[in-house]
C-alpha cells in the first residue's frame, strides 16, 4: 500500500510571509494523483491542490503552489503571503490512478498556526 | 448549491452499541466515500459506493458496512461498537466524470463510551 508521510507536524508563518509544507510518499505505481487538502478548526476539508504525476509542471492556483519532485517522491506545497485564514491543519494525500483507485491516502496532517 | 450534507453532527454511545451515520452527496455527484479521521491522525478509507454497490474497501472489519440509496445518498453502520471507533467519520462525494474532485462533508463525530 502507498504511503503518505507528513515530517512535519506543526509549523508557523507570520502573515505576508511564504512557508513550505513537506510530503513525501512511497509508491511503485507510475499513474496516480497527489493533493493537499486544508481542514480548518470548523471541520470541512477543502482541496488547495491537485498534481497529476504525468505533469511535469507544477500546479499553482493563486498563493498556493507545490513543487513536485516525481523521482525524489516529493510534493511539497508553497504557501505565498500567507493570511490569518490560512492557519488549519494540511493534509497531503495520494490516489492511484489505476482502474481501482479510489480511495485517498492520506498523511497524518501538518498543523499551520499563521501569526499577525 | 448545498454540498455535503452529515447527519447527526454527533453522536454518544456505549461499547457494543450499534450507529448508523448518514450521508447526502453533492447534487450531481453519484459515489460517495466513507472516512474515518482519529483525534490527530489523517483520515483513513473505509469505503467506497457507486451505483448502490461497494466499489472498494479499505482495512477496516466487517462490523463496518455501508450502503448507497437510489438517489445517492448513503449510510455507514457500525456494529459491536469499540472504544477505538471513536472518530470523527467523514463523507465524501464526487462524480464519475472526475474522482480527482471529492467534497467532503463537515464529519459526524462519534464518542463511544
Known amino acids: 500500500a502507498q504511503t503518505v508521510t507528513q515530517s512535519q507536524p506543526e509549523m508557523s508563518v507570520q502573515e505576508a510571509e511564504t512557508v513550505t509544507l513537506s510530503c513525501t510518499y512511497d509508491t511503485s505505481e507510475s499513474d496516480y494523483y497527489l493533493f493537499w487538502y486544508k481542514q480548518p478548526p470548523s471541520r470541512q476539508m477543502i482541496l488547495v491542490i491537485r498534481?497529476?504525476?504525468?505533469?511535469?509542471q507544477n500546479a499553482t492556483e493563486n498563493r498556493f503552489s507545490v513543487n513536485f519532485q516525481k523521482a525524489a517522491k516529493s510534493f511539497s506545497l508553497k504557501i505565498s503571503d500567507s493570511q490569518l485564514g490560512d492557519a488549519a491543519m494540511y493534509f497531503c494525500a495520494y490516489r492511484s490512478g489505476g482502474g481501482s483507485g479510489y480511495a485517498l491516502n492520506f498523511g497524518k496532517g501538518t498543523s499551520l498556526l499563521v501569526t499577525p | 448549491d448545498a454540498g455535503v450534507t452529515q447527519s447527526p453532527t454527533h453522536l454518544i454511545k456505549t461499547r457494543g452499541q450499534q450507529v448508523t451515520l448518514r450521508c447526502s452527496p453533492k447534487s450531481g455527484h453519484d459515489t460517495v466515500s466513507w472516512y474515518q479521521q482519529a483525534l490527530g491522525q489523517g483520515p483513513q478509507f473505509i469505503f467506497q459506493y457507486y451505483e448502490e454497490e461497494e466499489r472498494q474497501r479499505g482495512n477496516f472489519p466487517d462490523r463496518f458496512s455501508g450502503h448507497q440509496f437510489p438517489n445517492y445518498s448513503s449510510e455507514l453502520n457500525v456494529n459491536a461498537l469499540l472504544l477505538g471507533d471513536s472518530a470523527l467519520y467523514l463523507c465524501a462525494s464526487s462524480s464519475y466524470r472526475d474522482y480527482n474532485e471529492q467534497f467532503f462533508g463537515p464529519g459526524t463525530r462519534l464518542t463511544v463510551l
Open positions: 498534481q497529476e504525476a504525468y505533469k511535469q
